[in-house]
């Protein structure tokens, strides 16, 4: 099939009123990365659900295979004590 | 209607027709744009319009005192008593035409509302602040088309060269002043449309240079939409789609 024609696929991440992280909210088409921020903005943020947006063309992005998923995760998970669950944080230290 | 509230009437009349017959304008895409993202900020464009209708006409209402409301100013006029601009009511055309018309349009709307923010009527500053918000972000996602589609294919540039030459004749109509606007002008409400133009054609050149188009010669103006003396044969079918349900059902809510 011939994608010739078809404006690329972007991935959209808003950050939202609430949270210091932007989300992953869905993909979109669009020609290029200007226009993907304002198709998102009107796709995703009608709402009043974000502050800020950032689009990624998705060819761009190196992804994990599934196949990968037992040598990638599964040895962390006998490793309890990597989870900082043991330790008091002062509230001085604020968000961490 | 005192006879001094008139001109305020018209001119209310005026923003708010503008906005409601674009709006619905647009709202004719929603499910057949070209593509799902530009469908869902077409149909975004036309409820900003229909809101900003809302204001307008709800204004004008109280003005007239006549115990009508914005809906019924909407719903229960006929053609004759419209006062928008012709090139908003004339159909859409391809998404190209509707793209450049939007633009045309947003290039005059964001310096008219910016001054509009001064006007001596504080409800009439307060609309407008509350609109720019919207027609700042219209304006740059329809130049930023107009540019795609004029710096495109061949194809789309063709388009958008024809899509100019459609929409011209009917944007001299926009800035006519005529005695309503001297009168609001006179009375600190709203600048002269004339003292906006240079502004509009300032936005409109630096687009159509980046679009590869190229402005039109000519200042023939099709006029009568904002004054209301002769609207175009399209308006009254777009109005009976639009008005239908309330003319069938009068009363009717939902």
């Known amino acids: 099939m011939s994608h010739q024609n078809e404006w690329p696929l972007w991935e959209v991440f808003i950050r939202g009123q609430h949270g210091m992280s932007h989300r992953h909210v869905g993909s979109l088409h669009a020609a290029d990365a200007e ?8 796709v995703y943020t009608r709402r009043n659900e974000g502050v800020s947006i950032w689009v990624v063309e998705a060819e761009k992005i190196t992804a994990s295979s599934p196949s990968d998923k037992g040598p990638l995760f ?23 | 209607m005192d006879a001094a509230q008139k001109p305020l009437f018209e001119f209310l009349l005026r923003q708010g027709d503008n906005a409601l017959v ?24 036309a409820l ?15 003005v007239e005192g006549a115990g009508r409301s914005a809906d019924d100013l909407a719903f229960l006029r006929d053609v004759y008593d419209f006062r928008n601009l012709l090139m908003l009511e004339v159909p ?19 310096p008219w509302l910016t001054q509009l923010q001064n006007s001596t009527d504080t409800r009439v500053a307060e609309i407008a602040a509350k609109c720019l918000k919207e027609a700042l972000y219209h304006l740059d996602r329809s130049s930023h088309t107009v540019i795609a589609l004029g710096d495109g294919t061949a194809e789309s540039n063709k388009r958008m060269d024809e899509a100019l030459a459609f929409l011209w004749p009917y944007s001299g109509e926009v800035f006519v002043d005529d005695e309503t606007d001297h009168a ?4 600190g409400v709203a600048p002269l449309l ?26 023939y103006a099709q006029k009568g939409g904002r004054t209301g003396f002769r609207h175009t044969e399209h308006l009254g079918h777009m109005l009976a789609v639009m008005q239908t349900l309330q003319r069938s059902y009068p009363g009717a809510t939902w």
Request: with cysteine; glycine share 6%; hydrophobic share 40%.
């Open chain 1, 35 to 42: 226009h993907a921020i304002r198709n998102a903005r009107d």
């Open chain 1, 74 to 96: 599964d040895p962390s998970r006998d490793k309890v004590y990597r989870h900082p669950t043991f330790y008091d944080i002062p509230d001085e230290v604020g968000k961490m």
């Open chain 2, 22 to 45: 674009l709006g619905h304008r647009t709202s004719e895409w929603c499910g057949v744009a070209p593509i799902l993202e530009e469908d869902i900020a077409l149909a975004n464009m």
């Open chain 2, 48 to 62: 900003d319009q229909i809101g900003q209708t809302q204001l307008w006409l709800g204004y004008a209402a109280e």
């Open chain 2, 92 to 110: 859409n055309g391809d998404f190209g035409r509707t793209q450049m018309r939007q633009f045309l349009y947003d290039a005059f709307q964001v």
């Open chain 2, 184 to 187: 609001m002008a006179t009375a």
């Open chain 2, 194 to 219: 004339s003292e906006i133009k240079p502004l509009w054609l300032e936005t409109v050149q630096t687009v159509l240079v980046q679009a590869c188009l190229t402005l039109p010669e000519g200042d």
